[in-house]
């Protein structure tokens, strides 16, 4: 399959694994199509060289509910809104699986962000010290 889309789902298990508090995981498939003798065959899961050789390269990521990201590249002159449809339909079910195996190494976000993550502190500085923090034209920073 495809690495994009593989980093699509280790990203959002990553990210549950960490504790970040992400609404759903997100997961990715990359879709292909053959179009021969006036047929068009569309491919789910495609490889370097199916993507190659084929007439199309779509990937598609998203949630259970939502698609939040699509890419497509077709070496053919127009695409028809049936076959659209059905490669977005093929790459919804490929989503579902996915999202299923996913689910079943980690559900939900763990209930608190891991220890090692990065955190944010914010604090205020009055406006009377700000020279003194950023430095003479902002020399410091």
Known sequence: ???????????????MDAGVPIKAPV?????GLIYAEGKYTTLTDILGAEDAFGDMDFK?????????????DTKIDGLPADVL???LQQARDARMQILD??????????????????KI???????????EVIGPKGKII
């Open 101 to 118: 195996v996913m689910n079943k190494a980690i559900a939900e976000p763990r209930p608190s962000v891991a220890a090692t993550a990065p």
């Open 27 to 31: 997961a990715g498939i990359a879709m």
């Open 60 to 72: 598609v990521a998203g949630t259970s509910e939502f698609v939040t990201a699509l890419q497509l």
């Open 121 to 131: 502190v914010s604090f205020e500085i009055p406006l009377d010290k700000i020279g």
């Open 85 to 87: 449809a059905k490669a």
């Open 1 to 15: 399959g495809s690495t994009s889309m593989a980093s699509v789902c280790g990203s959002s298990l990553s990210l």
